[in-house]
């Protein structure tokens, strides 16, 4: 599977970006596909999952602002952030699960500063 993402760059506190991922399967419709995301300094971690059924998980640093969702029709994850904060600076990456197996696209810089 290869993952796309795009949709990263710099946005002043308060703004907003929607990231996207388009991936190469057409097992996309079932499979979980999730954001994650790493900060300098710090471990990668989960920001967002959905199931192949539409079953979101949320970390709770970004819960009531981000928003993940998906376009089967177009192979396509979503990840809608509102209200950035600075603490939401990093690269960004997305993941499918196929086959118990991680993918993992090329991450997509988001920057939160003014």
């Known amino acids: 599977v290869q993952l796309q993402a795009s949709g990263g760059g710099l946005v002043q506190p308060g703004g907003s970006l929607r990231l996207s991922c388009a991936a190469s399967t057409d097992m996309f419709s079932a499979i979980p596909m999730g954001w994650y995301r790493q900060a300098p300094g710090k471990e990668r971690e989960l920001v967002a999952t959905?199931?192949?059924?539409?079953?979101?998980l949320y970390a709770d640093s970004v819960k009531g602002r981000f928003t993940i969702s998906r376009d089967n029709a177009k192979n396509t994850v979503y990840l809608q952030m509102n209200s950035l904060k600075p603490e939401d600076t990093a690269v960004y990456y997305c993941k499918a699960n196929l086959r118990a197996r991680d993918y993992w696209g090329i991450g997509t810089q988001v920057t939160v500063s003014s």
């Open positions: 959905m199931s192949g059924t539409g079953r979101t």
